[in-house]
């Protein structure tokens, strides 16, 4: 079925795959020629004699322009990744535009972030665009517990049915972005979020040009992709600096197996008023819609027996008529649950309005005022055409469909001052949210009699049945204050802690049990609260070049919000009545404590970053059965601890102006604390490693700029990962590489910065697994949980400035 429960409901009559030696060693292998590659250039292209290091005190930096960042003395013209954040006290990285702009365009800036040590980023298209199948994990937290914020507002965590936010890809072009920063183990305690148990990432838009002009993007490629992006800047509009932008975006590619389409549009715009005193005031809007059809989740079962192109029928609804009597194609049916092998179609359709206002007032020299309003309004509808619910008319297919909707609004409010070595930082969070959601079921046309169509075309008629529909209601208040002290020109020390109150609740609006297997939807409230999370980081530079830094956090995640019956996120809310009231009482929401410590190296020929961690995560919630196993009850139970213990290396070399050489390599081991008591009796998880997340990546970058030309080649290996919590099955590790080259003409009058670029996806076409658990995990089996990443992919893009 299209809902997997967080347990194994059957057997799956499938060994676990295993790896014959050639295809394990080919990906090694690979990986050792990649890695080896980048060594050797880097040390033919090595000047013989490394720079001495200057025994002089480091000079200031140069004041920036209004409205820009200052850069660093060591900051090199060309990279790959930039400075691992230097000076801070905590694992920071920051990822620029250059950096973003060697994807493709549109492509999702967490897609970008897949070079990061510790970071996986996954997705069954070459875009990132398929946001069902956008997976992002870091150091094995997944995006549902990291935090996310674009310009310091909150994006929620990232789960596909969002409640609290939306997606990164939805809420800014890409073209847009001006840079990340990824906090690694610990977000700053300042950050906006209610899932920051492993890491934040705040993602920051670019600012108006001081100059009149504008963009014009177009890029075209396989599957049909045709996306065109526009942006349209005032330039100065008087002696005070006021400015703003506007930008539009269409993006259409079919999907690159089995019929269907993703499309999108999207508007930004920006304003900018610079104040007195270096202070200003800005104000953003930004507007998306999407219409997406799904690819088909795999098993290993159909993986072996169908192949790796299995698809969905759109648009041959015959097909998935007789499928739904029972009558299937020869290749579907010989897998172990043909029925399951694929649907009619699979869709999702957002549209997303999100608007704020910063006011960044320098009060004088010491202190500072920001405050930040905005407002988020999400609407939509996905479906899912299901063989499991008749149709009233005789059809044995009726569409399922489920209309999430967001309403939220909060403030952000933060005084810095400074004063001497101290530098105090406290300020508030509060937001207002309603999320809400329904389930409705709708006639599909008997056969003969017409076809279902299009289901992103308009939301479903015809409805016979409504399961539920309920609204959530969430109250979000965060308190920080924090003290960075200089104790020496070399040694800084950074403490605080923030406060957190979370208030959710639910109300069933309209519920049929008939359609609910009997039972009532769970309907109550809960809090989750914590007074002091604390979190104390320092910085020691003992030499010229060479730095020391170390963090202790601890953290907390609120309860995440999803409607009756959904069984993807571990939300007490997804059970009945009878479990939520039996469990809820005793649930207590995740936490963990992180501790980090590493050593940096920055020079302009060298930069370099070691570390290591453990997190100890607690009261992890997960969906499990239990009672007689004739009657189980489903419910979301506290399962106990994960305990992680990892460590990351980096190096990027630049030996000549515009080449530069990044390597990276992370292993972690993630395993959990305790078995698992359900219906059908203990499942051993202890020590097991948790699934989806690899113990073992390197990443490698080769990047040269010459003149007007900029080409790179990256290579990213994974270990392979478990499917299930008890570690039965799992999906192989492999290798993968992309090539990217652009072109800068400077030589046309008539068109100014005009740019062509190309890239290839997957340059070695290779067939392998991308995106796992985006159905949840089992605790053994085979479920039908993941997804094929694309072949070889070409793109084209020809930009032009005016």
Request: net charge positive; hydrophobic share 35%.
């Amino acid at each position: 079925m299209k809902t997997l429960l967080a347990f194994p409901s059957h057997d799956v009559a499938f060994s676990p795959l295993t790896l014959s030696n050639r295809r394990k060693w080919k990906n090694i292998l690979q990986c050792v020629v990649f890695s080896s590659a980048l060594t050797s250039i880097s040390a033919w292209a090595a000047p013989a004699t490394p720079p001495r290091a200057s025994t002089s005190k480091p000079q200031p930096a140069t004041k920036a322009r209004r409205g820009e960042a200052v850069r660093s003395p060591l900051a090199p013209r060309a990279e790959t990744i930039s400075v691992y954040g230097q000076g801070s006290t905590r694992q920071m990285t920051s990822v620029t535009s250059s950096m973003l702009r060697e994807t493709v365009p549109g492509t999702s800036p967490m897609k970008a972030l897949n070079r990061l040590p510790g970071v996986m980023y996954q997705s069954a298209d070459p875009f990132g665009a398929y946001e069902y199948s956008s997976s992002l994990f870091m150091r094995g937290f997944s995006q549902a517990q990291l935090g996310f914020t674009l310009d310091d507002v909150p994006l929620g965590d990232q789960q596909f049915n969002n409640y609290n936010g939306l997606s990164i890809t939805r809420a800014i072009s890409t073209d847009n972005v001006s840079g990340v920063d990824v906090s690694q183990g610990a977000g700053a305690i300042d950050v906006a979020s209610t899932s920051n148990l492993g890491g934040a990432m705040q993602f920051h838009s670019r600012d108006p040009s001081h100059k009149r002009g504008g963009n014009v993007e177009q890029t075209f490629g396989s599957n049909s992709t045709f996306r065109t992006f526009v942006r349209l800047d005032s330039g100065d509009l008087n002696h005070t600096g006021t400015r703003f932008y506007i930008s539009y975006a269409r993006t259409s590619l079919n999907l690159w197996k089995g019929g269907g389409y993703n499309y999108s549009d999207q508007v930004n715009a920006k304003f900018v008023q610079p104040l007195a005193r270096g202070s200003s005031f800005k104000a953003f809007f930004n507007w998306s819609s999407i219409q997406q059809f799904d690819y088909q989740d795999m098993s290993l079962n159909y993986l072996h027996t169908v192949g790796s192109h299995l698809a969905n029928y759109y648009p041959d609804y015959g097909a998935a008529y007789q499928a739904a009597l029972g009558n299937f194609r020869p290749d579907i049916a010989r897998s172990s649950d043909p029925l399951d092998a694929a649907y009619y179609a699979g869709t999702a359709n957002r549209q997303d309005f999100l608007g704020g206002m910063t006011l960044n007032e320098n009060l004088n020299d010491h202190l500072n005022w920001k405050t930040t309003l905005y407002g988020h309004g999400d609407s939509g509808y996905s479906t899912w055409t299901t063989p499991y619910t008749p149709s009233p008319n005789g059809s044995p297919l009726s569409v399922r469909t489920q209309n999430p909707g967001i309403l939220r609004g909060g403030v952000l409010s933060a005084l810095t001052h400074h004063y001497g070595a101290n530098t105090f930082n406290t300020g508030v969070w509060y937001e207002y949210g309603q999320f809400t959601e329904g389930r409705y079921f709708s006639e599909t046309p008997l056969l003969g009699q017409g076809t279902l169509g299009n289901p992103t075309d308009h939301f479903p008629t015809g409805i016979f049945a409504n399961p539920w529909n309920e609204k959530f209601q969430t109250s979000t208040f965060q308190f920080h204050i924090q003290d960075t002290y200089q104790i020496t020109p070399h040694l800084k020390i950074n403490a605080g802690f923030r406060s957190m109150v979370v208030q959710s609740g639910n109300q069933v609006l309209n519920q049929d049990s008939s359609y609910n297997g009997g039972n009532r939807v769970a309907q109550g409230r809960l809090t989750a609260s914590n007074a002091f999370l604390p979190q104390v980081s320092a910085n020691w530079r003992f030499l010229p070049h060479n730095e020391l830094f170390f963090d202790v956090s601890h953290n907390m995640r609120a309860f995440p919000e999803d409607g009756y019956g959904t069984n993807v996120a571990a939300t007490p809310w997804t059970t009945n009545q009878k479990a939520f009231d039996a469990t809820a009482r005793n649930l207590k929401p995740e936490t963990d404590w992180v501790y980090e410590g590493g050593y940096r190296y920055t020079t302009p020929l060298v930069t370099g970053l070691l570390s290591a961690y453990r997190m100890n995560f607690s009261n992890r919630l997960q969906l499990v059965s239990t009672g007689p196993i004739v009657n189980p009850v489903t419910a979301v139970q506290n399962v106990g601890g994960v305990t992680t213990n990892g460590v990351e290396g980096s190096v990027t070399i630049r030996p000549l102006e515009g080449l530069s050489f990044y390597n990276s390599i992370s292993y972690a081991h993630s395993t959990y604390d305790q078995d698992v008591q359900t219906s059908g009796g203990l499942e051993p998880t202890k020590g097991k490693l948790i699934p989806n997340y690899p113990a073992l990546m390197y990443k490698g970058v080769i990047a040269y700029e010459w003149r007007n030309l900029n080409v790179h080649l990256d290579g990213n290996y994974l270990s392979h990962r478990y499917l299930t919590y008890t570690n039965d099955t799992k999906v192989p590790g492999y290798f993968i590489a992309n090539f990217g080259a652009r072109y800068r003409f400077t030589k046309i009058p008539a068109l100014k910065n005009l740019t062509a670029s190309f890239n290839i996806y997957n340059l070695f076409n290779k067939t392998y697994v991308a995106t796992t658990g985006e159905l949840g995990n089992s605790f053994s089996g085979s479920p039908q949980t993941f997804m094929m990443g694309a072949p070889r992919q070409f793109f084209g893009t020809v930009s032009v400035d005016f």
